[in-house]
Nanobody, 129 residues
Framework: QVQLVESGGGLVQPGGSLTLSCVASESTFKTYNMAWFRQSPGKEREFVARSKWIGSNIYSTDYGDAGKGRFTICRNNAKKTVELDMQELHAGDRAVYYC???????????????????WGQGTQVTVSS
């Protein structure tokens, strides 16, 4: 079981930026498919971004519609971290943000919460003036 710990959430003004970080417990981090999801009250968990392991040191990124063009996912295998850099935040981005991991090479997909079997505890992001 992979342990994931998120940090970096908080209160930010509309138009502001925030960077979330997730650190993993295992040394085989380079083989992990990593993702960020978010969940607002009363809503289903929503795909935000993912870094998919293709093989060797090759990864592909993909973004959900909500953060496309504003959010950037970035991993550091040496530090076993994946970050989510969020720009131009607005009230609709308010949610608990979760880091997720799926170990090993996977085919298509990795945009659904059910594709991942390791989750962090979440970090709250609030956008308000």
């Amino acid at each position: 079981q992979v342990q994931l710990v998120e940090s970096g959430g908080g209160l930010v003004q509309p138009g502001g930026s925030l960077t979330l970080s997730c650190v993993a417990s295992e040394s085989t981090f380079k083989t992990y498919n990593m993702a960020w999801f978010r969940q607002s009250p009363g809503k289903e968990r929503e795909f935000v971004a993912r870094s998919k392991w293709i093989g060797s040191n090759i990864y592909s990124t993909d973004y959900g519609d909500a953060g496309k063009g504003r959010f950037t996912i970035c991993r550091n295998n040496a530090k076993k971290t994946v970050e989510l850099d969020m720009q131009e935040l607005h009230a609709g981005d308010r949610a608990v943000y979760y880091c997720a991991a799926r170990v090993g090479r996977v085919g298509n997909g990795l945009r659904e919460a059910s594709d991942y079997d390791n989750w962090g505890q979440g970090t709250q992001v609030t956008v308000s003036s």
